[in-house]
């Protein structure tokens, strides 16, 4: 009975392991690996998210800060404009525009000194008074207000002519109606001051947001720190954000603040009138920390659950593969001969059924080896006592029929020996033939037993040099006749297991004969060999002699059976019947070939199993 | 020195008549004492039942004995010999038709001197016997006996 398979069970039985544990361990693992993936880009996806809002706050906060700053420098611009009319009308009171900037820059938030020039650039009047017949008409932002702009910003300066500080100025030029420059009104403003002006802006924690110039350097910062002159100018090659809002777009990244080495998240956002950039930034550590935790958290519990996962995902694997390879290990102990062995019937539903089948089966065919045991050991006992009646048999025969031949033997010598002058030739004759007839069947008896004994001994195997056994009944063969010239020729290497002693027995009855057979030829030959016939080896004993008629060569091997007739060739008949019953014992076979007059064959072979 | 005699335990009586007329052909056997089964043989030799009047001392110089016999067989006798104080010496061939391993070995092993299968042609016979003769009754020095 065959089920078809589909052809997918090929290809899974070619790609995936061989055991169930670990076809199950393999399952389990790809779950659990693919849900570890989705969970993976969800949390990368939380993450990206975070981050992006985290730097979406910063743009609003440094647009706050650029909100802030723009409005505080058109404030200046329009202040500058009030205190260039009041200091053109002031213009003929000595000193009374130095108190007017005085008086402005202290009650203005982050006003260093406020200077009024000519439009050549002298300074005329000045918050300070070693600012006045200063000069100023060499400073870009002078000629840009020169060359017809309302109002210039400087960049930042490291050291202002007045303060000594870093400074930067917003300069207005005084037009009158007709656009003539009258004058420039110079503010002067030192960014440690700028903080009471950016202060409206909300203070994250960790946060702090700055102002750059348009070189992109470093004018303010808050929380404020000492800032050097390369503090203020390192930004350029260390914040690309940075330097990405000076091309005019608001810009978010990730930056190492060259002040606290830190990460941080930041968005630069361009002053649009000034070409100045307002940014805003904070550690990435505190930005991210919420989301941070709260994946932390995730992943703690995700871990703890695939763990859980996995251990009931082990436990009900193993309620699989245990009982599985537990019944394997019930069936190879069974098949290993323990018989009584049964499989635990527990698992899954699949597994108790089999287990039960398979232990129906084993008891079936336990039940039969018993049954068949039994047979065999009534049999043996059988056997035994036959064997033991064989054996008291041929005990009789041995002892009570030898004697009355000897008696027939003696006494007829006796009678020929003392008696010999009262008989006539006749008497003789039959006295001679009385004594022929008890010592041949003297030999009878002998053989007979010899027979009885090749069954009843048991077999002791062994590797045997059929060629070393050949040629040693040989070499006896020829020391018992020296007389005879016979040409033998034997295989080399010949070796099988077998009874020694039997084998022996029965390769010496067949050269017997060989010998015997070949008496009467000019040319005696005698090859013993090995070879195949029908995938068996067959040892053979071949002569040239006198031969047999085929026709009787089953009856070669019965007992006491002799073909010849012939007197002078000596002979039981028994040899060749215990040959036969020599080689099956051993397992094996023999037969015969033979023509007459041209010789004979026999063949043998052993048992292959052995 | 004493007269050998022989002890022949044997109940064939055609046995009985070839070995006495072996015996007779090689000279070596002046007298020939003959028992028909086990338990004459044990009378005999320990002067017991019908051979009580015996004299003790008047001992075989070789026992000659056959296995097969009747009421008690030939290995009872011996070891019945061999469990005597004053026949345990005695010299027993044991001379049987059996060549079975078995009677050889448990011969041996109830302490015959010698075992002999009798051989079925009588020329054969005839020299074993000859040569058991002068074996044990010319060569062989009996164990002193009732000095």
Not at chain 1, 225 to 254: F, I, K, N, S, Y
Not at chain 1, 307 to 330: C, N, T, Y
């Amino acid at each position: 009975m065959t089920s078809a398979r589909a052809p997918w069970m090929a290809t899974a039985t070619r790609v995936l392991p061989a055991r169930i544990s670990s076809r199950l361990s393999l399952l389990i693992g790809l779950t659990i690996l693919s849900m570890l993936l989705l969970l993976g880009w969800m949390y990368h996806q939380r993450y990206a998210s975070q981050r992006s809002q985290a730097l979406q706050s910063e743009v609003e906060v440094a647009q706050g800060v650029a909100t802030t700053f723009a409005a505080y420098i058109r404030d200046i611009h329009r202040q500058s404009i009030t205190l260039g009319s009041a200091v053109l009308a002031l213009s003929h009171h000595e000193g009374a525009a130095d108190r007017l900037l005085a008086s402005t820059v202290s009650h203005y938030e982050g006003i260093s000194n406020i200077s009024w020039t000519s439009p050549s650039g002298h300074v005329l009047a000045s918050s300070e008074p070693n600012a006045i017949r200063g000069y100023f008409g060499d400073r870009p932002y002078f000629h840009e207000v020169a060359g017809g702009r309302d109002w210039a910003i400087s960049a930042l300066l490291p050291q202002g002519r007045i303060t000594g500080r870093p400074v930067f100025v917003v300069a207005t030029g005084i037009r009158d109606k007709r656009g003539q420059l009258l004058g420039l009104m110079i503010f002067g403003i030192e960014p440690t001051r700028l903080g009471d002006v950016l202060l409206t802006q909300r203070r994250a924690e960790g946060r702090s947001y700055s102002l750059f110039d348009g070189n992109g350097v470093l004018v303010y910062r808050n929380p404020e720190v000492d800032l050097t002159w390369e503090l203020r100018t390192g930004w350029h090659d260390a914040d690309p954000v940075m330097v990405r809002a000076l091309q005019g777009q608001p810009a978010t990244g990730e930056i190492v603040s060259i002040i606290t080495n830190e990460h941080h998240l930041a968005a630069r956002v361009p002053i649009s009138e000034l070409g100045w950039i307002a940014g805003a930034s904070r550690p990435v550590e505190t930005a991210l920390a919420p989301i941070r935790h709260a994946l932390t958290m995730d992943i703690m519990l995700t871990s703890l659950f695939t763990a859980i996962s996995l251990g009931l995902a082990a436990f009900i694997g193993r309620s699989i593969a245990v009982p599985l390879r537990r019944l394997q290990e019930d069936v190879q102990a069974f098949a290993k001969g323990d018989l009584s062995h049964r499989a635990d019937v527990s698992g899954p539903e699949e597994v108790i059924r089999v287990a039960d089948g398979f232990n129906r089966m084993a008891g079936e065919i336990h039940t039969f080896q018993e049954t068949l045991d039994a047979r065999v050991r009534q049999r043996t006992s059988e056997l035994e006592t036959s064997n033991r009646e064989l054996e008291s048999f041929s005990h009789t025969v041995a002892h009570d029929l030898r004697s009355p031949l000897r008696a027939m033997d003696g006494f007829s010598r006796y009678l020929l020996r003392h008696y010999a002058e009262r008989l006539d030739d006749r008497g003789k004759d039959y006295l001679n033939r009385i004594q022929a007839a008890a010592q041949r069947m003297g030999r009878l008896i002998d053989d007979l037993l010899g027979m009885v004994r090749i069954s009843r001994t048991t077999i002791r195997m062994q590797m045997l040099d059929l060629s070393a056994i050949a040629a040693d009944i040989v070499a006896e063969l020829r020391r018992s006749d020296p007389q005879r010239q016979v040409s033998v020729e034997i295989e080399p290497g010949m070796k099988a297991p077998g009874d020694k002693e039997l084998l022996r027995l029965a390769l010496s009855h067949l050269l017997e004969n060989a010998f015997k057979f070949t008496k009467n030829r000019g040319d005696p030959r005698i090859r013993v060999g090995v070879t195949r016939i029908k995938e068996q080896t067959a040892y053979f004993v071949q002569d040239n002699g006198m031969g047999f008629d085929m026709a009787y060569a089953d009856k070669l091997f019965l007992p006491f059976h002799r073909l010849q007739q012939d007197d002078t060739i000596p002979g039981t008949g028994i040899g060749l019947a215990m040959v036969q019953r020599i080689i099956a014992r051993h397992g094996g076979r023999v037969w015969t070939e033979g023509e007459v007059g041209k010789g004979a064959t026999f063949w043998f072979t052993l048992g292959e199993t052995t | 020195m004493k007269e050998p005699v022989i002890l022949l335990v044997e109940d064939n009586p055609d046995d009985e008549e070839l070995t006495r007329l072996a015996l007779e052909d090689s000279n070596v056997a002046n007298r020939l004492f003959v028992v028909r089964d086990g338990q004459e043989a044990l009378d005999w030799l320990f002067c017991e039942g019908v051979h009580s009047g015996r004299d003790p001392c008047f001992t075989p110089t070789v026992v000659l004995l056959d296995l097969k016999l009747p009421k008690k067989s030939g290995l009872e006798v011996l070891e019945a010999i061999r469990k005597k104080e004053y026949t345990r010496r005695l010299p027993v061939v044991i001379l049987t038709s059996s060549k079975e391993e078995q009677d050889v070995l448990r011969g041996y092993n109830l302490g015959a001197n010698s075992y002999i299968q009798k051989p079925v042609d009588y020329a054969q016979f005839l020299e074993a016997i000859r040569q058991l003769g002068v074996y044990w009754m010319v060569l062989n020095e009996p164990p002193p006996h009732c000095a």
